[in-house]
């Protein structure tokens, strides 16, 4: 366990819907990265933020949104959901920002888009 | 950008053979390496990182790795594998003159057979 958590486990949803996941880092950790693992792409960075700030992008598409929360929890909103976005998405969690620092990752969310 | 190559998507190995998985990175900067590992519906975990000093660095369950620079490689190892081993193994690297996001391979399934 990497104290990391993420909810739901699964989601099944139909192309065209919304749906939001939800991460909670480790405790006293200030960065948590979004990461998107799908069988064509592998593990694809999408974002991270630190103590509520977004710090770097990756290939996140404009469908797709993050925010962190005060008391540090993320949320991965995506919206307009296509058959494409089915994948795993996890997040992961880190103590700063910093180069080098060690990422812990969550359970990940299983996204299947019908 | 940076990327990362893994040479084997798929390698099979009987249990107490040796183990070495290929790993390549393209950037004109200095980086930190990664490996991490995927066990069956588990989540990622940190194998062994490499920021600076010896270039042989140890890590957990008996894993080595060894950052060649002029090779840009940074192969993972392990003498004797065993049938716990059977996972999925990934190399990310990190700039270290960039944000702390990591870039992974597309990893390499191992299958150790009892």
């Known amino acids: 366990d990497s104290g990391v958590t993420q909810t739901p486990k699964h989601l099944i949803t139909a192309t065209g819907q919304r749906v939001t996941l939800r991460c909670s880092p480790r405790?006293?950790?200030?960065?948590v990265y979004w990461y998107q693992q799908s069988l064509d792409q592998g593990l694809q960075f999408l974002i991270q933020?630190?103590?509520?700030?977004?710090?770097a992008k990756g290939n996140i598409l404009e469908r797709f949104s993050a925010q962190q929360f005060p008391d540090l929890h993320s949320e991965l909103n995506l919206s307009s959901l296509e058959l494409g976005d089915s994948a795993l998405y996890f997040c992961?969690?880190?103590?700063?920002?910093?180069?080098?620092?060690?990422?812990?990752f969550g359970p990940g969310t299983r996204l299947t888009v019908l | 950008a940076q990327s990362v190559s893994q040479h084997n998507h798929h390698v099979i190995l009987s249990e107490a053979a040796s183990l070495e998985l290929g790993c390549n990175y393209s950037?004109?900067?200095?980086?930190?390496l990664f490996w991490y590992v995927q066990y069956p519906g588990q989540h990622l975990q940190l194998l062994l990182k490499?920021?600076?000093?010896?270039?042989l660095v140890k890590g957990i369950k008996g894993f080595e790795a060894e950052f060649i620079k002029s090779k840009f490689s940074f192969n993972l190892r392990k003498p004797s594998v065993q049938w716990s081993d059977t996972a999925e193994y990934f190399c990310?690297?990190?700039?270290?003159?960039?944000?702390?996001?990591?870039?992974f391979g597309k990893g390499t399934m191992l299958l150790v057979s009892p």
């Open positions: 933020y630190y103590n509520g700030e977004e710090r």
């Open positions: 992961a969690s880190s103590v700063v920002s910093g180069v080098g620092n060690e990422q812990f």
């Open positions: 950037y004109g900067g200095t980086v930190n």
């Open positions: 405790s006293g950790d200030l960065s």
């Open positions: 490499y920021f600076s000093g010896d270039p």
């Open positions: 990310a690297v990190n700039p270290r003159d960039g944000y702390s996001t990591l870039t």
